[in-house]
């Protein structure tokens, strides 16, 4: 973990009367894992669609690599490589699962021949545990499946930066597990990589840095254990009672988890 | 004077709002373009005729059975043909509504052939502010005024008007609350078709129609909406007023062979440049 | 069966279907060659129409726009002395010139607005060729040169000058079909959010495939000029054409190679054995037609009697459980 890969100054998105994101400032390491957690409707999908251009920007700027991003297209953003996944996943619904994939690395993922993206898909399919599904019309997969298609797909695009959004919604303990190691495995080839979430423990569990976002603006970034321990966190998103009761529980899962990778490495 | 064409404008505006107002009703509430609308107009306009003129029945009255039969018609089309794709594609919707529109207009020419028929009535001018106005064209404007107020009275404040506001506001979610979403569909068709006949009756008051007439009343509704805006009445009015006062002055300025196609570039430029319509969102009535 | 043998086995037929065209048109009667001209007219309208229609799924209405302006481009350029291949060559460059600013402006909207904006567009070119008598002759319509030679070499000509067109059209379409174009072309049929996503420059792609079937179609529409030596607005910028590419498209199967070319077949072999004994209805059954293809015939001939989906059916059913 060394340069910052990702800069955010000032990031505002208003429309209409609203303001989703209120002028966030925030800079990611290469190589970090950080959490985006905080209320619903906090502005959290809202930042990364502002981050990949999917959405205008009201103010602020964006550097991705040392290079201003404000400015540009979704897809060029997509191209210089950062990739996202959707909350609501819908994949290309007339295709296959391999298909799919393929278009991450044919376009972003900047395979130049139809041939090159096969094997490249195949590869990923393989990564996320899905080649046995390569040639399902993806309309046909359960939704762990779809979330981990979705995957497959922006790591095709080979990113250095990936966003995921609520990747775990919906998923029982088991499909969590495997998301988990998922995640490990991929953040060990190197991607620097953001994950908004619900589930705490989860994201406690994985992630080096926490930033908590609130009404659009950012209320603590840090340490999971100082976050999470933060009073105004505590008191906008968390409540006492859990901070209490739960503190010394993600602490201690939090050790035992790093122990487990240590060991295993 | 500039009076007159204003006049002209507002005169023929009204006629054009009442036009598109039935088009402006199916495409916001069925989300789709109903090509049977120009047929429709013309439709309604000939059994107008047909029964003031052969039956010897007052324009009134015909009027009124115009807009009876058209709105039986137009719940038929619906609920048999036009229910099966109303949630498909618009190149879908669009070309089958095409093939229909084409199937009745050639039969409607075989069955009372192109020569054009109205209800030409003579009742003279009057003399209003320095300007001369015939009364039938007053006489149409009212009546094509007054059947529009009378479709906003009812979206707003009858039962039936506001399930089909629910419906076009949310047709899940009025489906969730119990509205039989198919039957309001049809019933929003008929409605149209209804207003397409008031239309063509008023319309008949004041030229001659014949069925070759459909496409041209069809592209006036498409015009008028986009001009107008998502709202249905007040995008109608606004859309019409607009395309009346577009083509009462743009015969000075272009020449009248140029009307209708300064009509199709403003819609295209308000497709592009502003498609809220000139109205901006206007609420859902 | 191994790819190498299809493709060969593919390339094969195609020499034969193009030996047997040509064989045929110089045979043919007079009559069998007029039909045979627009048969292949149909084909080369759908298959272009399919690029933007049915790969990219964007409702286009404004076939009649491109064609009428290549029949008028190519035909003002034959009258003003330039040789027919170059006044052809023109209006394919007119058509492309034109796609590009069209499809910046319409290529904005999305579904309705896209329909409808095409629509109006071709009304709007009628219009215009219809009242600017200076350049197009006006509704009197607009006399072109006739190509020296016998009739029935002027009709051989642009048969082969149609068909080769097609060939053309086919090829391109193939290449589109395989290539990274076609496939982000389809990805933006579904979901163009995500396509961008993706990494798909989606306005570029749109242009592109607007700008390729604007072209073919212009061509299309200065040969035909050439070949019937006159033409006049509700001809050549006639909405109908801009229905009957459509639905031929869908009647064959759109999105697919062979769907557009089976279409034309199809619906030009109907419209001449019905219709020719039914000319006062000949619109009212182009309706029972429309009506017809939407109803029992939505996916196409092409998919609705495929093998793959003859194989579907007898399959066994995918695995229930994804663990």
């Known amino acids: 973990m060394g340069e910052p890969i990702l800069l955010i100054d000032g990031l505002t998105r208003r429309f209409g009367g609203v303001v989703a994101v209120s002028s966030v400032t925030l800079s990611v390491k290469k190589g970090e894992i950080v959490g985006l957690i905080g209320p619903n409707g906090a502005g959290k999908t809202t930042l990364v669609n502002l981050i990949t251009g999917f959405v205008p920007k009201t103010a602020g700027r964006v550097v991705f690599e040392g290079a201003d991003i404000t400015q540009l297209a979704s897809h060029q953003i997509a191209r210089r490589g950062v990739a996202r996944t959707f909350q609501i996943v819908q994949p290309f619904s007339e295709m296959t699962v391999l298909e799919n994939v393929m278009a991450g690395a044919l376009f972003a993922g900047q395979r130049s021949s139809i041939k090159n993206a096969v094997d490249r898909a195949r590869y990923y399919l393989e990564f996320v545990g899905l080649d046995r599904f390569a040639q399902f019309p993806a309309a046909d997969l359960s939704l762990a499946n779809r979330k981990r298609l979705e995957l497959a797909k922006s790591l095709a695009m080979e990113p250095r930066l990936l966003f995921l959004d609520e990747v775990n919604a919906g998923l029982n303990s088991g499909e969590l597990k495997h998301a988990l190691e998922l995640i490990h495995k991929i953040a060990e080839t190197g991607v620097t990589i953001v994950m908004i979430e619900h589930l705490l423990r989860f994201v406690v569990s994985v992630v080096h840095r926490l930033v908590v976002l609130h009404h659009g603006a950012m209320l603590s970034d840090g340490a999971p254990a100082d976050v999470l321990q933060d009073p105004a966190v505590i008191k906008a998103y968390l409540g006492t009672k859990f901070a209490q009761r739960h503190k010394a529980e993600l602490e201690s899962q939090r050790l035992k988890y790093q122990e487990q990778v240590q060991q295993s490495s | ?92 919707s669009f070309t089958l509504i095409f093939g229909l529109d084409l199937l009745v207009n050639n039969a409607m020419i075989q069955g009372f052939t192109a020569t054009p028929r109205s209800l030409l009535v003579d009742y003279g001018s009057i003399s209003l502010f320095g300007l001369s106005l015939s009364v039938a064209r007053l006489g149409a404007m009212a009546l094509a005024l007054v059947l529009t ?22 047709r899940h979610a009025a489906a969730l609350l119990g509205i039989r979403v198919p039957r309001v569909y049809a019933i929003t068709f008929g409605i149209g078709a209804l207003m397409a006949a008031a239309a063509g009756g008023a319309l008949a008051l004041v030229y001659p129609i014949t069925p070759l007439l459909s496409g041209v009343f069809l592209g006036k509704s498409f ?63 | 069966m191994p790819r190498r043998t299809t ?35 149909a084909v080369v309208l759908c298959l272009a129409w399919n690029i933007v229609g049915g790969y990219m799924g964007y409702p286009s209405f404004g076939t009649a726009a491109f064609f009428g302006l290549g029949a008028y481009a190519g035909g003002i350029a034959q009258t003003y002395g330039l040789p027919m291949g170059l006044a052809w060559a023109a209006a394919a460059l007119v058509g492309a010139v034109f796609a590009i600013v069209l499809g910046a402006i319409l290529l904005r909207l999305r579904g309705h607005y896209f329909a409808i904006g095409t629509i109006a567009v071709v009304e709007v070119m009628r219009e215009i060729a219809n009242n600017w008598d200076a350049l197009t002759g006006g509704a009197i319509g607009l006399s072109l040169p006739i190509l020296a030679g016998s009739p029935r070499f002027a009709g051989i000509f642009f048969y082969l000058a149609m068909w080769a067109l097609a060939l053309l059209a086919l090829l391109l379409t193939v290449a589109v079909a395989r290539s990274k174009f076609g496939f982000g072309l389809r990805c933006i049929r579904q979901n163009e959010d995500a396509a961008s996503m993706v990494g798909v420059d989606v306005f570029k ?5 607007f700008v390729t079937s604007g072209i073919v179609i212009a061509l299309a529409g200065a040969i035909y000029a050439s070949m019937v030596g006159f033409i006049e607005p509700k001809d050549a910028f006639n909405i109908l054409l801009s229905i009957e590419v459509p639905v031929m498209v869908m009647l064959g199967a759109a999105g697919t190679v062979l769907g557009p070319v089976i279409g034309a077949i199809v619906y030009v072999v109907l419209r001449e054995l019905v219709w020719v004994n039914f000319i006062n209805f000949h619109s009212a059954i182009l309706g029972v037609i429309i009506v017809a293809v939407i109803y029992f015939i939505p996916k196409g001939l092409l998919r609705e009697f495929s093998l793959t989906r003859w194989r579907k059916w007898t399959a066994p059913p995918a695995p229930a459980g994804q663990g």
């Open chain 2, 1 to 92: 004077m500039i009076a007159q064409y204003v006049a002209n404008g507002l005169l023929i505006g009204s006629l054009y709002a009442c036009l598109a107002v039935g088009f402006s009703l199916i495409y916001g509430v069925l989300n789709i373009i109903n090509v049977l609308h120009g047929t429709f107009v013309v439709l309604g306009a000939y059994v107008t005729i047909y029964c003031a003129q052969l039956l010897g029945i007052s324009p009134l009255i015909s009027a009124l059975v115009g807009c009876a039969v058209m709105f039986v018609f137009g719940y038929l089309v619906q609920r048999l043909l036009i229910n099966e794709v109303v949630a498909a594609p618009v190149f879908i």
């Open chain 2, 149 to 170: 107020g009378a479709l906003y009275w009812l979206l707003r404040h009858s039962q039936m008007g506001r399930a089909i506001i629910a419906v076009r506001m949310d």
């Open chain 2, 223 to 285: 015009v008028i909406c986009v001009l107008g805006g998502l709202g249905i009445v007040p995008g109608a009015l606004v859309g019409g007023l607009a395309l009346g006062m577009l083509e009462s002055f743009g015969t000075i300025v272009f020449g009248s062979q140029w009307s209708t196609t300064v009509g199709f570039v403003l819609m295209l430029l308000v497709l592009v440049l502003r498609p809220t319509g000139l109205a901006g969102r206007k609420g859902y009535e």
């Open chain 3, 7 to 41: 493709e060969l086995l593919r390339g094969g037929a195609l020499i034969v279907v193009a030996t047997a065209v040509v064989l045929f048109g110089f045979g043919a009667n007079n009559y069998q060659l007029q039909a045979g001209t627009t048969l292949a007219m």
């Open chain 3, 205 to 209: 792609f749109k242009v592109a495939a």
